[in-house]
């Protein structure tokens, strides 16, 4: 990465930028969502005021003496970021430590009745049951044999829009604009990694649950049965983070989901089902899937992982901050430049909801400034699917 060009580190500083109002609004907006959708009794809502004084208006505080991950948040910075405001450290470090902390509010990591009570599963549940869910679900009894591939992979792509902490604050996505829905498509890159009769590995780092889960499980399916990967293993997250990001638990929901849909949602269910029962689809829930640090710091142990993947699929607007780095890039900065720390060939899949952006051709970059200056990087209306092989 030493010939490309500096990029400022994103922080949330800036009055009226989109980090500064996921610092000051949405994280607060979240913490309320999360108390009226339990009921929690009196010790976890002063968790609650407290991490909401101290997110909005003071510092970050440290975890508990007896946390079990206190270490591993010491190595990932919390020594230098205690004590200082949310607003003024890496932006991706004051987010994901606004999760762990939430999570410590609510006794998710204590040894009480409420470990392990994912705060934010009845919003999950709710998407999963909704009848946009049954709608794309059907969907798939209408697709030819040849449309699988296109449709399958549009769908994990596209099903990057469902993301409730982002509609919690904004509302759902508008309908397409001016500018092409895909900014960058290195589809045929990726099919390339992909020929039929492969007997390599997929990893996909997922992102969210639900309408996001079920598409990336379903293009999983669709690539085992085609004999285009003879294993996957499909990363989650730990715990409950960026409200719907998904965990083992969800990827059991939405399983549970297609098998009990009707048509060929449940074919595709079932291979999924077997594939995990014979060990060729794997869940993987590292720590690092939730660390506050980008994908350039990968553990030992992750990279020895990814760097044995036939191609690694990066689902998602966090994910993309993490692989190429948290950074104001100019738009046009090669994408193999920003990834070529990473240990093997790599396909992002998002849809674009933060100002982190690299890869565009100058003509792209230029059509989304002048038609959509002040959305194209942050509505979700656009995505991009980038390959570097
Ligand atoms: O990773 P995802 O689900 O695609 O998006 C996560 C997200 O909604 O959260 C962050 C702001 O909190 C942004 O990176 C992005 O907009």
Redesign the pocket.
């Known amino acids: 990465m030493s010939d490309i060009p500096f990029a400022p580190v994103i922080l949330g500083d800036e009055p009226g930028s989109f980090p500064h109002s ?1 610092l000051a609004e ?1 994280h607060p907006a979240i913490i309320r969502q999360v108390r009226e959708a339990f009921p929690y009794g009196p010790a976890q809502h002063r968790a609650l005021d407290a991490l909401l004084a101290s997110c909005t208006e003071g510092v970050v505080e440290p975890l508990p003496a007896d946390a079990h991950d206190r270490d591993r948040w010491e190595e990932w910075g919390a020594g230098a970021y205690t004590g200082r405001s949310w607003f003024k450290i890496p932006w991706l470090w004051s ?1 994901s430590y606004f999760y762990r902390q939430l999570l410590e509010a609510v006794g998710y990591f204590g040894t009480g009745p409420w470990q392990g009570v994912d705060p934010f599963r009845p919003f999950k549940l709710a998407e999963l049951d909704s009848p946009e869910t049954d709608e794309e679900l059907a969907a798939l009894d209408a697709l030819s044999a040849d449309d699988q591939d296109r449709a399958l992979l549009h769908g994990s792509l596209w099903g ?1 829009r469902a ?1 409730l ?2 509609r919690l604050s904004t509302g759902d996505a508008g309908p397409a604009d001016a500018a092409p829905g895909l900014v960058a498509d290195d589809s045929a890159a990726l099919w390339a990694l992909l020929p039929p009769s492969g007997a390599g590995t997929l990893c996909l780092i997922a ?2 649950a639900g309408r ?1 889960l079920i598409p990336d499980l379903l293009l999983i399916a669709h690539l085992l049965e085609r004999g285009r990967i003879a294993r996957a293993v499909l990363h989650v997250k730990p715990y409950p983070y ?1 409200v ?2 998904a965990t083992t638990a969800d990827v059991l929901d939405a399983l549970r989901r297609l098998t009990g849909a009707q048509g060929a949602a449940v074919e595709y269910g079932s291979i999924l089902w077997s594939a995990m029962t014979d060990g060729r689809l794997v869940l993987r829930a590292h720590p690092f899937s939730s660390a506050p640090l980008p994908f350039a710091d990968l553990p030992a142990d992750l990279r020895a992982e990814l760097a044995t993947a036939t191609l690694t699929i990066v689902k ?4 993309y ?1 993490r692989l190429v780095g948290d950074r104001l890039w100019p738009p046009t900065t090669p994408f193999a430049d920003v990834t070529s720390h990473f240990p093997g060939p790599v396909a992002a899949l ?2 674009l ?2 100002d982190v952006i690299t890869g565009l051709t100058p003509t792209t970059e230029a059509t989304l400034t002048a038609t959509e200056p002040q959305t194209w990087r ?1 509505a ?1 209306t656009h995505a991009l699917i980038q390959v570097r092989a």
């Open positions: 996921v949405r987010e990057n993301d902490g982002f992102d969210n996001e960026y719907s990001d998602g607007d966090l994910n901050r998002r849809t909801k933060s942050t979700g």
